[in-house]
């Protein structure tokens, strides 16, 4: 299977401690995108790489969120300090650059639960 | 402020018959629109999608409609089927260089056979 894959799929965590997930983009796209998503609600971005450069950043994203793609392949995204507000699913999404429609390819999500 | 709104959550059809679900927008700068569908459990599923220059798109059973003007658009499923049970996304792409989509909130969608 060559989509986009994200890992784990589902973490439960007390509040105030780490978490971070993963994500594997499909391999010719040099775009990322990370988004959460809360129940009821459709995706929200949450930030974007072309290749290994984070180039945007939502207001969503507090200081408390860090995300990296090192080498411009798989992206990690690192929560510290979770508080309850976190509790979502996090969608990690790849695509090409091109000059016309930006269809993204998102992967399953990591569901997070902040207790 | 929501930039994309779905302002049905629900919508019932009878398999066979048409499923219109609509999406309404405010960002005049929006330039490509998309619809994707997702199952519980899974990421969202890209569909179809269209350009803003054009008014209408169709792949398969389903086709998609842009009023500029009103700044409204609807995705049509003909025949629908039981398979199309799911909820129904509408996104939007802007011309900034991250164009990362802004989503509408959803609508379920149930076929009954």
């Known amino acids: 299977d060559t989509g986009v894959s994200q890992d784990p799929r589902h973490k439960i965590t007390k509040r105030g401690q780490n978490v971070t997930f993963r994500c594997d983009p499909i391999?010719?796209?040099?775009?990322l995108y990370w988004y959460r998503q809360t129940l009821g609600q459709g995706p929200e971005f949450l930030t974007y790489?072309?290749?290994?450069?984070?180039?945007?950043k939502s207001r969503l994203l507090s200081d408390r969120f860090s995300a990296e793609r090192p080498k411009g392949s798989f992206s990690t995204l690192e929560i510290q300090r979770t508080e309850q507000g976190d509790s979502a699913m996090y969608l990690c999404?790849?695509?090409?650059?091109?000059?016309?429609?930006?269809?993204?390819?998102f992967g399953p999500g990591t569901r997070l639960t902040v207790l | 402020d929501q930039q994309v709104k779905q302002n049905s959550p629900s919508l019932s059809v009878q398999e066979g018959r048409i499923s219109i679900l609509n999406c309404d927008y405010t960002?005049?700068?929006?330039?490509?629109f998309l619809w994707y569908k997702k199952y519980p459990a899974e990421g969202p599923t890209f569909l179809i999608s269209?350009?803003?220059?054009?008014d209408k798109n169709e792949d398969g059973r389903f086709t998609v409609f842009l009023n500029k003007s009103a700044k409204h658009l609807s995705l049509h499923i003909v025949p629908s089927q039981p398979g199309d049970s799911a909820v129904y996304f509408c996104?939007?792409?802007?011309?900034?260089?991250?164009?990362?989509?802004?989503f509408g909130s959803g609508t379920q969608l149930t076929v009954l056979p």
């Open positions: 960002n005049s700068m929006f330039d490509y």
């Open positions: 999404a790849s695509s090409r650059t091109s000059g016309g429609i930006n269809e993204q390819f």
């Open positions: 391999s010719e796209h040099n775009r």
């Open positions: 790489f072309q290749n290994e450069a984070q180039l945007e």
């Open positions: 996104a939007a792409s802007g011309s900034g260089s991250a164009r990362q989509l802004t």
């Open positions: 269209i350009s803003s220059i054009k």
